[in-house]
């Protein structure tokens, strides 16, 4: 249970939170949340796909791993990674970038405002003066994590309002198709993965001038373009997963 609290440099003038990955803090999944506004850096490095949930609709995921708790990422799982605690990718998806904290709301002057809070029952709180990153610094102002995490959750924020839409219009083109991958590892084990979306080429190369002009409009063209080029990344993953069978053995 999240013990969330207003971010405030008062009561938390001397909070400290651990800023490398590990599965200690929580980071050890195979897929995490992620959202249209970041596409341009996931396509890069992650596979992204989308899936139906069975509450929250339509939702896009970076592939991390073959299994629930199997992030590929985690250096610390390979023999003398070039930084114990470091990520092996240029970008960490903001969902756990941003670390124990989170966007909320507070009325002000009639007005709905972004606040940050924390939650202090997070993994990387430190409860050590000497450990982790300081979130203020000695006279009250923002560190330059804070102020990091800050752009994190502004991005977050903007990019969860911008999903519902590009996913509504996703399905009002009828651009999304199921996808399923069967992989297999140097070793000869076979691994599925399945239960996701993916764009339909064929579909999205025959809409007309005008979808297209819309989609280039709203700034949702470039999104469409980095889901597909992002399926390349699973060549990576699966290479990744190879390296990590090697040292199992």
Known sequence: MAKLQLLNNLSHKDLRVFTR???????????????????????KEYPVLLRRH??????????????????????????????????????VPAMIAKGPFMIGYQQQDGQSEPVIH?????????????????VFLPKGGQSGYLQKIASTLQRLDTGQKEADLFYREMDHLNLLVPVNFTLTLNSG?????????????????????????ELHRKGWLNY??????????????????????IVRT
Not at 120 to 133: E, L, Q, V
Not at 200 to 211: D, M, V
Not at 224 to 245: G, P, R, T, V, Y
């Open 189 to 213: 084990e076979k691994i599925s993965v399945e239960g996701h979306e993916t764009i339909c080429s064929e579909t999205f190369a025959s809409l007309p001038s005008h979808s297209l002009s």
């Open 224 to 245: 469409i373009i980095f889901l597909q080029s992002s399926l390349a990344n699973m060549n990576w993953l699966i290479e990744m997963k190879n390296a990590m069978e």
């Open 21 to 43: 990955y590990g599965a200690q803090y929580g980071d050890n999944v195979g897929s995490v949340l992620t959202f249209p506004v970041e596409y341009d850096d996931l396509h």
């Open 54 to 91: 069975p509450t929250h609709g339509l939702q896009s995921v970076a592939l991390l791993g073959f299994s629930a708790q199997e992030n590929l990422f985690l250096n610390d799982l390979y023999p003398s990674p070039p930084s114990a605690g470091s990520w092996m990718a240029r970008y």
């Open 118 to 134: 924390v939650d202090m029952d997070h993994p990387r709180i430190s409860h050590d003066a000497a450990g982790g990153t300081a």
